[in-house]
């Protein structure tokens, strides 16, 4: 689903804008109305400064990405209000300066030595991550002078986030959203047939553990009867390293990243996952226990005999199971009858009572030596305003209940694992680090489900830790050449 943000009101007008270049496709503008709410954030202390005084006002964002976040192609979709402020409030506009996903990094160096860099991109955790490496390759410049998590209101709830992004003392990405990673969708027609509680009735009395959901899978499993009670590519993920809010790879108050081999719950977690696998509860292709059974593998087919009552479970993010009524009743089940619903991950039963979920940040990286940092510090400054702003709700909100007719009670789900995200943030410390230790974290990550339970998390940590150990040392050793060198600009 897109993350952007609509107003609740009226559609006053569509205007066609041409591209800045003939290549360019034409965006077209779907202008809406607002409420004035400035009073309101002001009375919190949340502002946006005088466009007769705000720097980087009245002129052009060259914004880099294989996406644009900002404009539109078509008119059926809704202009993103942050940019809607920028243009009308401080006469502000933007140049998409496009890239392919593929080649996202080596388009960024080019432009770089030719002199020409853009102004902002994309930054994220994960599979599309920027940090740190690509900071030791002076792609990215330090926010700090422009961003304060410490003090502004505007920012002080992404403080936590913010800190994901910090090499040498100081921040390297705008981080202005959060929202979860993998939670926990069923059908609940299935549930009530096998005698199960509702997974989100158990959440809401802190019932909902790793012991109640592997009872489940151990009692619904059957793969004589083509029944596998858990599927999906998240699996390892989202009930290791997400529901336990500890990772494999971890920071210290140094910056350096250290690792977790040794920190029990994650091997409490692996050895529920080892459960999952010698019991054969997870549907695999052969011997590879990581081929969902998806016709396509798509996100569209995520969740793929849920509704079937041949998979109990389907981890997975908000792209596999937001989506129109019809295609999510072929896969999830029928939202209107009720069977569909979601739930936040079960908890470590021996933890500390915290039901964590990973967060997903919404970010901005400013890019070294460019030409307007001011004006792509104001636009990230109007898009945080929109989240923030009461009168404003995300479209992808308000497409649940329009759109794909969610229930008041699955937006109660949905809100309560976005708060649970923010209330304790957690996330992953991988996607841009060395191929050494990328490749290593995910034989951590994947070596337990796909061999089937042959290994143990415990054999897998004795075969790789001295490996993790030394890469992760050379690791650190990179980015401390890089921050107390004359390039580290912080």
């Not at 080649?103 to 994309?122: C, I």
């Not at 995520?302 to 109990?312: A, E, M, N, P, S």
């Not at 009572?353 to 030409?371: E, K, R, V």
């Not at 898009?383 to 969610?406: A, G, N, S």
Request: hydrophobic share 35%; aromatic share 14%; with cysteine.
């Amino acid at each position: 689903m897109k993350r952007i943000i609509a107003v609740i009101l009226v559609l006053i007008m569509i205007l066609a804008v041409t591209g800045c270049h003939n290549n360019k496709r034409q965006p077209i503008q779907l202008t809406l109305s607002t409420e004035d709410s400035e009073a309101i954030m002001a009375a919190a202390g949340i502002v946006l400064p005088p466009a007769e005084e705000a720097p980087g006002a009245n002129s052009v964002v060259k914004w880099y990405s294989w996406i644009d976040l900002f404009q539109n192609y078509s008119e059926d979709e809704i202009v993103q209000t942050g940019y809607y402020t920028f243009q009308k409030k401080y006469n502000g506009s933007i140049d998409w300066i496009e890239t392919t996903y593929d080649t996202r990094t080596t388009d960024l160096a080019n432009y770089l030595v030719a002199g020409d860099p853009p102004d902002m991109t994309n930054a994220s955790t994960a599979m599309h991550a920027t940090f740190p490496m690509n900071v030791t390759r002076g792609m990215y410049q330090p926010v700090d002078k422009w961003i304060d998590y410490e003090n502004d209101p505007l920012w002080m709830e992404m403080k936590d986030a913010g800190e994901y992004y910090v090499l040498g003392g100081y921040h390297f990405a705008i981080v202005y959203d959060l929202l979860f990673k993998d939670v926990i969708p069923y059908n609940r027609r299935v549930m009530d047939e096998w005698g199960y509680d509702d997974p989100w009735q158990l959440y809401l009395n802190d019932e909902w553990t790793w012991d109640v959901f592997l009872e489940m899978c151990l009692d619904f499993n059957s793969p004589d009867d083509d029944r596998f009670a858990v599927d999906g590519w998240y699996v390892t993920c989202s009930l290791v390293e997400e529901s336990t809010g500890h990772y494999i790879i971890e920071r210290d108050e140094e910056g350096h990243y250290i690792s977790n081999l040794d920190d029990p719950v994650i091997e409490r977690a692996h050895n529920l996952i080892y459960d999952l696998a010698k019991n054969d509860c997870m549907y695999r292709v052969g011997n590879d226990y990581w081929g969902i059974n998806s016709y396509g593998g798509s996100a569209s087919n995520y969740g793929y005999r849920v509704k079937d009552g041949l998979t109990l479970f389907w981890p997975c993010d908000d792209e596999g199971f937001v989506r129109p009524v019809e295609e999510l009743k072929r896969t999830f089940g029928d939202v209107t009858d009720g069977e569909f619903m979601i739930c936040p991950l079960p908890r470590d039963p021996e933890g500390d009572g915290i039901y964590y979920l990973n967060a997903m940040p919404d970010a901005f990286n400013l890019i070294n030596n460019a030409p307007n940092p001011e004006g792509a510090v104001l636009l990230a400054m109007c898009t945080r305003f929109k989240i923030m702003d009461p009168t404003v709700v995300r479209i992808d909100r308000k497409q649940l209940k329009e759109k794909y007719l969610w229930t008041d009670e699955m937006l109660q789900a949905w809100d309560e694992c976005v708060n649970l995200v923010k209330e304790n943030v957690r996330m992953y410390y991988t996607g841009n680090l060395t191929d050494h230790v990328e490749q290593l974290y995910n034989q951590f990550d994947w070596g337990v489900i796909r061999t089937g339970g042959a290994n143990s998390f415990a054999q897998l940590k004795e075969q790789n830790r001295d490996q993790l150990d030394y890469y992760l040392d050379e690791l650190n050793a990179q980015l401390d050449a890089y921050v107390y060198s004359e390039d580290f600009t912080g």
